[in-house]
């Protein structure tokens, strides 16, 4: 039998999206396994929808973009964006979703209300499995918010939605980002494993 993992990353501009594919492509090469990843970014600047496609596999990947109804875990650094890519996760699937959202422009250019808690009943009411985090809380206890990228990661480890352990993560986050962030990064990373 052959190990399959699809993953959709979705979040707004200067979230992080493609560092943390980034991390999780990494710990798939060092464990050996073939990986390909995607990016879409709607606007060239913050605030705009970025979604990161993650594929590993242990046999080869024709494809770095998920079909409809293909992704096994769907992590949403905001409630909205994971909402947007609810088509993409399979049934049964796993969602690692942050509780604080990121109201889109279109919400102030039209006056119209954005819930977050609107869209995180939607997560619930999908029939997939929910992990909710409360990165804003998790962020103030490693001290920056800066690091939810990794909070949501370090989530989806501990649920098991990355067949990843902790310590592969670390690995990829030591090979990966600058040193001066390391130490930030790894703090975050369990920080989010534990909430």
Sequence with gaps: MSLKRNIMIAGVGGQGTVLASKLVARAAMDAGLAVRTSETIGMAQRGGSVV???????????SPVLTPGSADTLIGFEPGEAVRCLRYLRPGGCIVSNAQTVAPASAALTRTEYSG?????RLRDC???????DGDAVCAEIGSLKALNVVLLGAAAAAGALDFTLEQLEAAIRAT???????????ALHAGARA
């Design 177 to 187: 980002v600058r040193p001066k962030f390391v130490d930030l990064n790894i703090r």
């Design 117 to 121: 808690e609107a869209m995180l009943a």
């Design 52 to 62: 990161s496609h993650v594929r590993v596999s242990d046999a080869a990947i024709a």
């Design 127 to 133: 029939g997939a499995r929910l992990v909710v985090v």
